[in-house]
């Protein structure tokens, strides 16, 4: 091949150039602190709002609502630990689902180990949570819950409004991680229902390090990082201006962008997987019949480790990732692919391709070759036994 192809858009997009020279300004001639009181501190301030009012712009909130963060893994862990270490008075149960992104899954670990009792919900075949099944796990003392808007690994799509729902009847609150979600489906909170909603800049084409946790007004929420009083005491921390700048145009950007977008990557995406299937024997699409993320298609391949078919992939200037993991040098699927409950033959060989803006219909035909060759050639080297 004569370049490469990158497919891997839903572990991090590169930053568009308009959004670089938006920061660039805020690393030099406006490269101040924004809490001191001088003229410089002031203009570093005036950005950092102006970026504040953006931001809660695009998810309709108000400007107050939005606390900045260093990216999507922060901003999950202070929704769960600020929200449940200032609602532990009221209650000590949380609920959250099998398949989130560590960073609930590791923060709501860390809670039940502070002795609180957090129930893990399992998801169907196609990565779904059941709204009654969701309805029968909330208690009494349940005082927050947190499912993911749409899944990082399959794309899969969550019912949050309905969940919210359910959750505020029961007098709980809602968070959602929308780190997977931000770059193609409506981000409106008011409309979602949620109390508390996660973002990470680098999924929508804006620097890594900086994320965004919408709190609703009235939501009870601790700091987890002590110091400063900055993003109205719940953030310690001298704001990263430059990078909080580049997420509030990055997400002009992708939202203005949004429902052309979505539709001619989602078309992308289907032709991928339609061809796939047809070219390429014993595939499993995961998550096929669920709603899904445009951009995300993660496929079981019978008979081929994944780490095999990524290294070749690699080689053949295809960049993709896994929905597996290799530790002790075994590789054991991921803990998405896991709760999907497939059989074994069907775990071993998943990989995750996710397309993005500059992807283009020739790139995703040349994939589809390089992988129809790679699988053949894995099956004949190394076949893997069911």
Partial sequence: MTSRIYLDNAATTPVRPEVLEAMLPHFHDNGYNPSSLHAEGRAARAALEDARRRVAACLGCARKEIVFTAGGSESDNLALLGTARSLAHRGRHIVTTAIEHHAVLHAAQALREDGFD???LPVDESGMLDPQQFAAAIRSDTIVASVMYANNEIGTIAPIARLCEIAHEAGALFHTDAVAA?????????ALGVDMLSIAAHKFYGPKGVGALYVRQGTPLGPIIHGGSQEFAKRAGTENVPGIVGMALALELAMGERTQAAGRIGSLRDDFEEHLVQRISGVRVNGAGAPRAPHISSVSLLGIESEALLMR?????VAASAGS??????IEPSHVIAALGLSREWTQGVIRLSLGRSTTPSQVSAALQVLEQAAADLRSFSPVPA
């Fill in 118 to 120: 957090v129930t893990f």
């Fill in 182 to 190: 931000a770059t193609y489906l409506p981000l409106d909170v008011d």
């Fill in 325 to 330: 993991a290799c530790a002790s040098g075994v």
């Fill in 313 to 317: 992939l690699d080689l053949d200037g």
